[in-house]
């Protein structure tokens, strides 16, 4: 496959360094809150570009991170720690913020079908890997301690800006954010490795170090967890976009600093989904979870589908309109799908991998997983059996994980039961999964029946100011959200 490498700024020719095993890595959440959407529209694209790498028959191992220590409120290493501010918030200890918002991250990502990576691993885990990290670094010159921390020497560095060209006056982050900077770095971009000293007293997580009592910086978790996990070369690092500097920067810097040879030869980033009036927030206006999304009555799978419409390397705005397009697209697909009839003739193996090959092209071509998307639809209007169309969608699906076609059994299922329903000259109600609204759509069924005309019409209306449309068809009614 081809893909944009941020390191070169090129689309290159994907080419792992040992083809029996791709290592890929993901920088994880930060499990202080839930995530937003935005957030997971990363690991979305994430998961499709490991999908997709299977897919075409490699091998993966994928370690992701669980940052429940050392993530600070501004990247330029002062601010207060996400973790300790989640605690507080919720008046609980900083581990049961960690275990209450990774569990809740991991059952957000099974909402929208992302695969947990093979190896997750939280970063309070592997403190003596940082330990050792740091040592080398230090024994090598790259690190110095000043005012209790252990800081990374960025000066010794023949090239330390690998995503842009950065000016100094751009680091100053500190100064941008009201936030005091640190006296004790030599130079302005230079980062913490580790911290014995800061102003956080209550800091929770603690451990010993060569050089004092005291918590890692967060970018040496990444940097430890992976040579752990992958070893001393990786083939992908992923991120969001925000995590290219000073994030990944910094990974970069301390890794090789620490190995003595290049590390990472891709760095896919994800760029972010934002609002109208900007960038997502989990502070400000409102915080759009997937717990919101089903509340609301979508279902997860069409946030999939919006992501995958377009391209990762730009920016998606997200409204709810937006949402409504893509969702209604979504069950159009499934019930196309859900027309074709399973097992209605031998499956063409020849036109299946002509079809592959289509898929391969497009989605092979930087991640077009909306070239992905059409090649859906082509699928749906090759001239060959129906059974054959399904096992191409099938093929794509292992990829891009919508679960077409165990949502089209379901369709298909139920309009069975409607049928066997209609047989036998009952009522049948078809909708979104909610009991209270069937019951409601039952009764006015039962009304009309009863000549009740004036009832009948009042459910209507009641339902109808909750958002809810009935049709009726022979035997029954169905209903969906407007
Ligand atoms: P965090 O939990 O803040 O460490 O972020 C988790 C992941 O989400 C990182 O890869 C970020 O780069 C990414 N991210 C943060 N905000 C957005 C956004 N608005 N859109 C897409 N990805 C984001
Ligand atoms: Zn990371």
Not at 30 to 41: C, D, F, K, P, Q
Not at 107 to 128: F, G, M, Q, S
Not at 444 to 457: I, Q
Request: with cysteine.
């Amino acid at each position: 496959m081809y893909l944009y490498n941020s390191a070169t700024h090129k689309k290159e020719e994907f080419v792992p360094r040992d083809p029996s095993l791709v290592k890929m890595y993901t920088c994880g959440p930060t499990v202080y809150h839930y995530a937003h959407i935005g957030n997971l529209r990363s690991y979305i694209m994430e998961d499709v570009l490991e999908k997709f790498l299977r897919w075409e028959g490699y091998p993966v191992k994928r370690v992701m991170n669980i940052t429940d220590v050392g993530h600070l409120a501004s990247d330029a290493d002062t601010g207060e720690d996400k973790m300790l501010k989640g605690a507080r918030r919720e008046h609980k200890t900083v581990m049961e913020i960690a275990k209450f918002y990774t569990d809740a991250f991991f059952a957000d990502c099974a909402d929208l079908n992302i695969k947990t990576p093979d190896v997750v691993e939280p970063a309070t885990r592997c403190i003596d890997e940082y330990i050792a990290i740091i040592t080398r670094l230090l024994e090598k010159g790259y690190a110095y301690q000043a005012g209790g921390n252990v800081y990374f020497d960025t000066s010794r560095l023949e090239r330390y800006y690998i995503f842009n060209d950065h000016d100094e006056e751009d680091l100053a982050v500190g100064v941008r954010e009201s936030v005091e900077e640190d006296g004790n770095k030599r130079n302005k971009a230079d980062f913490v490795l580790w911290f014995t000293k800061s102003k956080f007293e209550d800091q929770a997580l603690k451990w010993d170090s060569p050089w004092g009592v005291g918590y890692p910086g967060w970018h040496i978790e990444c940097s430890g967890i992976s040579i752990k996990h992958l070893g001393e070369y990786l083939d992908i690092h992923c991120g969001g976009i925000d995590n290219a500097f000073p994030h990944h920067t910094n990974e970069i810097a301390q890794s090789e600093a620490y190995l003595g040879h290049p590390w990472c030869r891709y760095w896919m980033h994800v760029h972010h989904l934002n609002t109208s009036d900007g960038k997502m927030s989990k502070s400000k206006g409102e915080f759009l979870t997937v717990s919101l999304l089903k509340e609301k009555g979508y279902d997860p799978l069409a946030y999939r589908f919006f992501c995958l419409q377009s391209h990762y390397r730009k920016a998606l705005v997200f409204s709810w309109e937006n949402l409504d397009n893509a969702a209604g697209a979504y069950r159009k697909l499934i019930d196309r799908i859900a027309a074709l009839r399973p097992a209605d003739g031998p499956v063409d193996q020849g036109a299946v991998e002509e079809a592959k090959a289509r898929f391969d092209k497009a989605v092979g071509n930087d991640l077009n997983t909306s070239m992905g998307i059409t090649a859906l639809y082509d699928a749906l209007k090759v001239k060959t059996n129906d059974a054959t169309k399904l096992a191409i969608l099938d093929s794509f699906d292992q990829v891009l994980s919508l679960s077409l076609l165990p949502k089209a059994a379901a369709v298909r299922a139920e309009q069975e039961k409607v049928k066997a329903v209609q047989a036998q000259g009952g009522y049948t109600v078809t909708g979104e999964g909610d009991p209270d609204i069937d019951a409601l759509v039952r009764a006015r069924g039962e009304a009309k029946k009863a000549k009740n005309f004036a009832e009948a019409d009042r459910i209507r209306e009641e339902l109808k100011q909750q958002g809810i449309e009935i049709t009726d068809v022979p035997g029954g009614a169905v209903w969906k959200r407007i």
